[in-house]
């Protein structure tokens, strides 16, 4: 069974740019959520989406949005990119009624 | 202060000592998990708790939900131990709070 899939893996964007990221779900798993990782912050929650619907999110402004699509799979968006988010960000899968998730190698991210 | 405070933030041992990584919490929670993260950003989840202990293999995880407490074990540790892990708390919503991190060393 193929694992969380997460392009690109590496990306560098100049400031003001905007970003889009990619995550493909293991199949059958309908719950795709995204984590931004810093080094100052730690892991911290963005979203979740299940079944193409945003079912929670984390505290981020509004230049941080995702969608899923029918097929499951997310992307999350960043625009006006700042200096700030500059991060790993991850994508994680999980079956609907669990809670145990499968998370993606991750797309690091450089602001410059 | 977290809502989510891990000790120690970092931990270095000896091959084959026994290691114990605690996990405090202030919200009410769904469940607990210990994760693991090696260097390159990797994350695998090792437990997902909500009442008692679980073990696996060399690990071991416990939580006690009066206290609002959690502790991972790491028995026989070995240097492919050495990873970061991170507690995290996942509420009835779904949402997912992270401690910041354990940073373990195991030296051969």
Redesign the interface.
């Known amino acids: 069974k193929a694992g969380v899939t997460q392009t690109p893996r590496y990306l560098i964007k100049t400031r003001g740019q905007q970003v889009t990221l990619s995550c493909s779900p293991i199949s059958g798993h309908r719950?795709v959520?995204w984590?931004q990782?810093t080094p100052g912050q730690?892991?911290?929650?963005l979203f979740?989406y299940f079944s193409e619907t945003q079912?929670?999110k984390?505290n981020f402004p509004g230049r941080f949005s995702g969608r899923q699509f029918s097929n499951s799979r997310s992307e999350m968006n960043v625009s006006t990119l700042e200096l700030g988010d500059s991060a790993?960000y991850?994508c994680?899968s999980r079956e609907g009624g669990a809670?145990?998730?499968?998370?993606g190698?991750?797309s690091?991210l450089t602001v410059l | 202060k977290n809502e989510v405070e891990q000790s120690p933030q970092n931990l270095t041992a000896q091959e084959g000592e026994f290691i114990t990584i605690n996990c405090s919490y202030s919200v009410g929670i769904s469940a607990l998990h210990w994760l693991q993260q090696h260097p390159g950003g990797g994350i695998v989840s090792l437990f997902m708790l909500s009442s008692g202990k679980k073990k696996h293999g060399r690990l071991i995880a416990t939580i006690n939900i009066q206290e609002k407490h959690s502790s991972l074990h790491i028995t026989a540790s070995h240097p492919r131990d050495s990873a970061v892990y991170i507690c995290a708390v996942t509420s009835g919503t779904y949402k997912y709070i992270f401690g910041t991190g354990t940073r373990l060393k195991v030296l051969a």
């Open positions: 719950s959520s984590y990782q730690g892991l911290q929650f979740e079912r929670n984390g790993l991850l994680a809670n145990v998730l499968t998370f190698a991750g690091r």
